[in-house]
């Protein structure tokens, strides 16, 4: 371990602030830890927000990370709920809305990405909602009662996870997607059209092409959906999901490398030696892009802990990210597929589904498995190995997939 490094600042509590500290400690730091976050709720998974919390059925306290006890003996220097407004990287500080300025050594930008609001006047209505924190689940949630009307501004994941989650609790839902198919930065046309199917068997009313809609309050204290001067809808709430916004400006504003987020190398260092990012705010290494997922914010922030402690722990894991819609669960593999590459459909059940793609010396390049946890799995493997995979097998329900071995 790095015996210089004494005082270490996290900017940021989620996933991977979370396991960069549990990490620090975990591996021997024991010099001054401190957490800047701008929540009071702290280490806690976001995933089930949309779906178990959103329900009703995940008690919050199910969703920590670690133990009471563990993160007390963290020992950590807490800063909450208190804001990072500036990096000095020349004088190695930290500067708080609180007017506190934190010394570090080493320090981690561990800041996500918050959600997206096409139209800023729209966080004035108090019936107008995003989910990318407790307190966004739980308000929205006690909305959500039989029999009322929800419009979903936005066909991502988040949405359709929203949507899956307030139809089993007897919301009327309408979804709203500007482009011409669901998911469409991560998914190919057949999976769009899968997941649009599912939603509308199970009562979704789904509007593709919608073009740019305007919220407009009604006397009656619920809300219309407007375009070009006409309602589309009168609901009585609004959930908006038209993807994230990368928190990296506080690493831009300290004159870091940027892209679409903080470049990083494979140890998660920026072009500041001292200063490291991970998670949604961190380009992946090896992709060149984001990945906003609970397994890259946890397993990148990982390795960069052990970097920033002197360790030689180099993050390059594929993407993987999964959703829960209805009897569902929809697992991704790998980068999103290309119009080259090879489609393989396996059909293995009722409910057991699997869009597989392969390059042109049939390797995987990706994955779509519904409800085949154990294909993905497999698929890990390959990916790794760069396997090359027969197409024919692969179809087949009736071959074991086991013997395709790395």
């Not at 998914?187 to 059209?193: G, I, L, Q």
């Not at 390959?382 to 790395?406: F, H, I």
């Amino acid at each position: 371990m790095t015996t210089s490094v004494s005082r270490i600042v996290i900017i940021g509590a989620g996933q991977a602030g979370a396991w960069a500290a549990h990490t620090l400690r975990q591996q021997g730091f024991t010099g001054l830890l401190s957490v800047v976050s701008d929540e009071h709720s702290i280490f806690y998974e976001r995933p089930p927000l949309s779906k178990q919390v959103l329900a009703g059925e995940m008690d919050p306290k199910a969703l920590q990370l670690f133990s009471d006890e563990a993160v007390a003996a963290m020992d950590i220097d807490w800063h909450k709920p208190a804001r990072a407004t500036a990096i000095d990287p020349g004088e190695h500080t930290v500067s708080l809305d609180s007017g506190a300025v934190l010394a570090y050594d080493k320090l981690l930008i561990a800041t996500g990405s918050r959600a997206r609001l096409p139209v800023q006047e729209w966080q004035n209505l108090p019936n107008v909602f995003t989910v990318r924190t407790l307190a966004d689940a739980q308000r929205l949630g006690a909305r959500l009662q039989p029999g009322k009307r929800l419009a979903i501004l936005g066909g991502g994941w988040i949405g359709l996870e929203v949507a899956a989650t307030a139809r089993k609790k007897g919301v009327e839902v309408s979804l709203f997607e500007l482009g011409e198919r669901l998911c469409a930065r991560s998914v190919r046309p057949e999976v769009s059209d899968f997941l649009c199917e599912l939603h509308q068997h199970q009562g979704v009313e789904v509007r593709l092409d919608c073009g740019l809609i305007d919220l407009v309050a009604a006397d009656s204290g619920t809300l219309n959906l407007c375009r070009a001067g006409q309602v589309l809808a009168e609901v009585d709430a609004v959930v908006v999901g038209a993807g994230a916004e990368i928190a990296a400006e506080l690493g831009r504003d300290a004159g870091l490398a940027m892209g679409q987020g903080l470049i990083v190398d494979e140890q998660g260092q920026t072009s500041d030696p001292d200063i490291y990012a991970a998670g949604d705010v961190a380009i992946h290494p090896k992709l060149g892009f984001c990945i906003q997922s609970w397994a890259n914010a946890q397993n990148q922030a990982i390795s960069a802990a052990k970097a920033m402690l002197g360790q030689d722990s180099p993050y390059q894991d594929d993407p993987w990210i999964w959703s829960d819609q209805y009897d569902r669960n929809i697992q991704i593999l790998g980068t999103p597929a290309t119009t080259d590459s090879r489609l393989v459909l396996r059909q293995s059940g009722d409910n057991q589904l699997s869009f597989i793609y392969l390059d042109n010396d049939g390797r995987l390049e990706s994955m779509i498995a519904v409800n085949d946890a154990k294909l993905v799995k497999l698929g890990k493997r390959w990916l790794k190995a760069g396997t090359v995979l027969p197409a024919d097998q692969l179809a087949d329900p009736t071959v074991n997939l086991m013997t395709l071995k790395p």
